[in-house]
């Protein structure tokens, strides 16, 4: 996971809409964006907006070191 600190107040809607996540469809959301405690990588805890995958995960594997970006690196996939 990457957590991003802005420099200027974000417009959701933008974020949002890449994300597919619409605030006033939750249930036809491909993500939700939910407030929640992150830590970081020196384990201090961190207040964070997050977009929480809600769609079907029977096909999905875990990936054990727990790396998504160095997972993709391997598989060679394009970046979005």
């Not at 096909?59 to 790396?67: M, N, T, W």
Request: net charge neutral; proline share 6%; hydrophobic share 40%.
């Amino acid at each position: 996971m990457r957590l991003f600190k802005l420099k200027e107040p974000l417009d959701w809607h933008e974020l949002d809409a890449y994300e597919d996540f619409h605030p006033n469809d939750l249930a036809g959301s491909l993500y939700l964006r939910i407030e929640t405690q992150v830590l970081l990588a020196n384990d201090k805890p961190q207040r964070a907006w997050v977009y929480h995958y809600q769609g079907p995960m029977h096909f999905a594997k875990v990936i054990e070191h727990g790396d998504y970006a160095l997972h993709r690196q391997t598989l060679r996939l394009p970046r979005r």
